[in-house]
C-alpha cells in the first residue's frame, strides 16, 4: 500500500490591526473547527500562524472573509511549509519578543452586549462590575505601554489574575481566552466610590469628576440648570457646548432630532460625540450650548457610564432596560482646567479639579495614554471628524504608496502628530491647542509614545511654516531634517492622501490662519497640487485684519474692517459704540499700516459682526457656529462676488448684508459663499483640464456651505473631495505635513531645513 501524501501546511502571515482583539482565539477557534493541527503566536509583524490539514486553504479564506469585529486586516499573506508528520492539536503559543514592531493596538471601544449581560445578571460573579471587558470590547490604546499586546505591557501589570480569571484567560472556549485587560471583583481595579453615592450626587446638583477611558469626565445634571451654570463658572467656560450623555439612542430622541445615518454612528463601538439636531421643545437648559441648534451627543462607552443609568434605572435585572427611554441625561465634559491638557492621574485629579468638582471618583488602573472624546457631525451624506481621538486612534490611514518614514507635528490649534510607516499614517489622538507648558509637554509625550508604539524612527520631522509656533520649535529641537510645509498645502494634502489621490489635483482651502508663502495671513486659497508642490492660483479678496490675532476674538473688528473696505468707514464707530476702540477704528484702518487677510473665518467674523450675531467671541469658531445655527434655507445672491484673476471678491455680498436681518442675513451669506467658491474651483477646474478637488480646512465642517459647494460642483461634473478619516481643520494638518515630507525625503538624504514649494 503507496505512502499517503503528506498533508499541506501553511504559514499564514497577517499583518494590520491584529492584537488586542481577540485574533489568536479566534484563530484557535477556526483552525479547531477546521480540523486543522498547528500554532498561532503574536510577533512584531502581527500574528503568524502556522496550519496543516486538508482544509488549510479554507482556513486562510475564512481570516480573510470573516475576521473578528475588531481586527482591522492589512494583509494576510500565506505560503506552503514543510509538514509536520504526527502533529497533534492546535496551540496558542507565547508571543515572541519584539526586535521592531510593525503591527499596531487597537484603539478603545464600547463595552460589548455579552459584558452587558453579565454586568446586569445578579448571578454572575461580575455583577455590576465597572472593569468588565473580553476580546471583543474594552479599553486598548490607553492602557498599552508597548508592543507585542500582553497584559505585562499594558495598565493591567498590576493585577495578576485570581484562579477564576486565570482558568477563562487559558480557555479556549472562553470569549476571555487571552484577553488582556480581563479582570473580576476578585483580582481587578476596583472604584474609589459606591454608584449610589456618585448618583446621589449628581442627583443632588453636584458636580461629579469620574475616570473613565483615556481621562476624566466632569459630570452634572444636564436637566439642572443651576448645575450647568455652576459647572460653566468653576470651569470659566462662558458659552462654549457641553457634550451630554443619554442612556441611548431612544432616550437622545427624547431631546434631539437625527436620523439612521446620524443613529448609527451614535451607537457605533466607537462611542463618540455626535451632533446632533436641538428639540426647541425639549426643554433643556439654555446654558447646555447657548446660541446653537446642535447638541453634542454620546452614549455610555464604559462599564462604568452604564452602571450609572443601571443604579439611575433600579438595578433592574436583565438587559431589556437598556433599550427603553431613560428621563437621565448628564453633561460629559472633558475634565480640565481651561486650555490644559485632559486630567488622567488620580493625584492629579484631586490637584487640578478640586475647584471644579465637588466629588471625584477614581479607580486603581492607569490610564497610560490621555485620549479626549472623538466628535463627529453628518456633513454631506457621511460622518466628518472634527476631532479624533477616543474610539478611532491610533487606527492607520492608508496611503496611495509607500514612503520613508517622517514624523509630523501639526501646527499650533487642535494640535495632532502623524507618524508615517510603510504605506500608512498613523494620527495621533487631538492634544489640543500650544498655548501653555501643560499642552507642549503633552505634545512631546503624545509623540514619544506614538514613536514607540509604532517602533518607527523617522527620517525627518515636518512643521508648520510659521516660525513662531511652539510645534516648529520642538520639530528644531529634535535631531532630524526639518521640513516646513505651508499651512494650506498641508490641509490640501490630507485630503488627497486619504482618498489616495497621486497625481494633480486642485484644491479650496478654508480656514481661520496660516503663513503663507509670501509671509501673510492666508486662509481662503484656491492651489494646484502636483506630488510634494504647490501653487496659489487665487485667493479670498483681502480684508484688513485690525489687531491681529485679536480680530479673531472680536468679530466687531473684522465687520469694522468690512466696512472700511465698502468705502463706510464713518459707520463703525456708531454701530460698534459698545465696543472701547470703536472711535478710533476708523482711523486705525484708513492709516493703511493694518495688515490684511485672505482668511475665510474672518470672512464669518465680519458676517456675524455686520449682522449682530456675534460681536465679542467667548471661544474658537463661536461666530461660525452662531451663524449657521441661524440658517434654514440657504439662497444665493448671483451679484454678490466676482473672480478677477484668481481673486474671490464677496464685497458687495458684505455690502447688502450690512442692511440685512440675522436669519435673511446667515442664510444668503451660506448660500452665495457656497455658490460664489463652486464657481470659484469651478473656473480654476476648466483651465488647469483638472476634475478632482480637495476641500480642506475648519470651515468645510461648516454643513451647508460644504454641502452646497459639493452639490454644485458634482452637477458641473466635478468630482469634490471632503475628508473622511482626519478632521478638515487644524486636527488633520499632521497627516497633509506628514505626506507631503514623505515625498520629498530622498532615501536618508539630509533634507534640513526644507520648505515645500509654493
Known amino acids: 500500500m503507496p505512502d499517503e501524501a503528506p498533508l499541506p501546511r501553511l504559514r499564514v502571515r497577517v499583518r494590520g490591526t491584529v492584537q488586542g482583539v481577540g485574533f489568536r482565539p479566534y484563530v484557535y477557534r477556526q483552525a479547531s473547527a477546521l480540523g486543522l493541527t498547528g500554532s498561532v503566536h503574536n510577533d512584531a509583524d502581527g500574528v503568524l500562524v502556522e496550519v496543516q490539514g486538508r482544509r488549510a486553504a479554507e482556513f486562510v479564506e475564512r481570516l480573510r472573509r470573516e475576521p473578528p469585529p475588531l481586527a482591522r486586516i492589512s494583509a494576510v499573506e500565506a ?17 515572541v519578543a519584539a526586535t521592531r514592531v510593525v503591527t499596531s493596538v487597537a484603539p478603545d471601544v464600547c463595552v460589548c452586549d455579552a459584558c452587558l449581560a453579565e454586568m446586569c445578571d445578579p448571578t454572575d460573579r461580575r455583577y455590576r462590575y465597572p472593569f468588565l471587558n473580553c476580546t471583543a470590547c474594552g479599553p486598548r490604546y490607553t492602557i498599552t505601554r508597548r508592543l507585542p499586546y500582553d497584559r505585562p505591557q499594558t495598565a493591567m501589570a498590576g493585577f495578576p489574575l485570581c484562579p477564576a480569571c486565570r482558568a477563562e484567560y487559558e480557555n479556549p472556549a472562553n470569549r476571555r481566552f487571552h484577553a488582556e485587560p480581563t479582570a473580576c471583583p ?3 481595579p476596583r472604584l474609589s466610590h459606591g454608584l449610589d453615592e456618585v448618583l446621589s450626587a449628581l442627583r443632588s446638583g453636584m458636580i461629579v469628576a469620574l475616570k473613565g477611558l483615556g481621562g476624566f469626565h466632569l459630570l452634572c445634571d444636564a436637566t439642572d440648570a443651576v448645575a450647568v451654570e455652576r459647572l460653566r463658572a468653576r470651569k470659566h467656560r462662558d458659552a462654549k457646548p457641553f457634550a451630554v450623555m443619554a442612556l441611548n439612542a431612544a432616550s437622545a430622541a427624547t431631546w434631539t432630532r437625527f436620523g439612521p445615518d446620524e443613529q448609527a454612528v451614535l451607537e457605533g463601538r466607537e462611542r463618540p460625540i455626535v451632533l446632533l439636531a436641538r428639540r426647541p421643545d425639549a426643554g433643556l437648559p439654555e446654558a447646555l450650548a447657548p446660541g446653537l441648534v446642535s447638541l453634542g451627543v454620546m452614549l455610555p462607552a464604559a462599564p462604568l457610564h452604564f452602571l450609572l443609568f443601571h443604579e439611575a434605572a433600579g438595578r433592574p435585572d436583565g438587559t431589556a432596560w437598556l433599550a427603553r427611554q431613560h428621563p437621565m441625561l448628564l453633561v460629559a465634559t472633558s475634565a480640565n482646567p481651561s486650555g490644559e491638557p485632559l486630567v488622567t492621574g488620580d493625584a492629579e485629579a484631586h490637584a487640578r479639579l478640586a475647584g471644579i468638582a465637588d466629588l471625584i471618583v477614581t479607580h486603581d488602573r492607569p490610564i497610560v495614554v490621555r485620549c479626549d472624546d472623538s466628535v463627529l457631525r453628518l456633513v454631506d451624506g457621511a460622518p466628518r471628524f472634527l476631532r479624533r481621538a477616543r474610539g478611532y486612534v491610533p487606527r492607520a490611514i492608508a496611503l496611495p504608496e509607500t514612503v520613508p518614514p517622517v514624523l509630523a507635528l501639526g501646527g499650533a490649534l487642535k494640535t495632532t502628530v502623524c507618524v508615517t510607516r510603510g504605506a500608512e499614517a498613523v494620527l495621533s489622538q487631538h492634544v489640543g491647542t500650544l498655548d501653555n507648558r501643560a499642552t507642549a509637554r503633552f505634545l512631546d509625550e503624545t509623540l ?5 508604539l509604532l517602533d518607527v524612527t523617522p527620517q525627518a520631522v515636518a512643521h508648520d511654516l510659521h516660525p513662531d509656533f511652539l510645534s516648529t520649535a520642538l520639530a528644531s529641537r529634535l535631531g532630524l531634517p526639518t521640513i516646513a510645509v505651508q499651512h494650506h498645502h498641508a490641509h490640501a494634502a490630507a485630503v488627497l492622501a486619504e482618498h489616495g489621490v497621486t497625481g494633480p489635483a486642485l484644491a479650496v482651502v478654508l480656514d481661520g490662519y496660516g503663513m503663507g508663502s509670501d509671509g501673510g495671513a492666508w486662509g481662503g486659497e484656491l492651489l494646484r497640487l502636483d506630488g510634494a508642490e504647490f501653487r496659489r492660483l487665487g485667493h479670498l479678496h483681502p480684508l484688513p485684519l485690525p489687531g491681529g490675532d485679536l480680530a479673531a476674538r472680536q468679530p466687531w473688528r473684522m465687520a469694522a474692517a468690512a466696512l472700511h473696505a465698502l468705502g463706510r468707514g464713518g459707520e463703525i464707530a456708531s454701530r460698534f459704540a459698545a465696543q472701547p476702540l470703536a472711535g478710533r477704528m476708523a482711523e486705525m484702518l484708513a492709516s493703511g499700516r493694518v495688515p490684511a487677510t485672505s482668511s475665510c473665518g474672518r470672512l464669518f467674523d465680519a458676517v456675524a459682526g455686520l449682522l449682530g450675531v456675534c460681536v465679542v467671541s467667548s471661544y ?10 441661524l440658517t434654514r434655507a440657504p439662497l444665493a445672491w448671483q451679484a454678490g462676488w466676482s473672480i478677477e484673476q484668481g481673486r474671490l471678491n464677496l464685497l458687495p455680498l458684505l455690502d ?19 455658490a460664489a467658491v463652486a ?7 476648466r483651465a488647469e483640464r483638472l476634475d478632482t478637488i480637495a476641500l480642506g480646512g475648519g470651515c468645510f465642517v461648516n454643513r451647508p456651505l460644504a454641502e452646497g459647494v459639493c452639490q454644485l460642483l458634482r452637477a458641473a461634473g466635478l468630482r469634490p473631495l471632503l475628508p473622511l478619516q482626519a478632521p478638515a481643520g487644524d486636527g488633520g494638518l499632521s497627516l497633509g505635513q506628514a505626506w507631503i515630507a514623505a515625498r520629498m525625503v530622498p532615501g536618508n538624504a539630509n533634507t534640513r531645513g526644507r520648505t515645500a514649494c509654493a
Open 79 to 95: 505560503e506552503s511549509c514543510p509538514a509536520h508528520p504526527g502533529e497533534a492539536g492546535f496551540a496558542i503559543a507565547p508571543s
Open 186 to 188: 476578585v483580582c481587578g
Open 448 to 452: 514619544k509614545h506614538l514613536l514607540a
Open 620 to 629: 474658537e469658531s463661536e461666530a461660525a457656529m452662531r451663524l449657521e445655527a
Open 656 to 674: 447688502r448684508l450690512s442692511q440685512c436681518g440675522q436669519a435673511e442675513g446667515a442664510n444668503l451669506f451660506h448660500g452665495t459663499l457656497a
Open 679 to 685: 464657481a470659484w474651483a469651478e473656473g480654476a477646474a
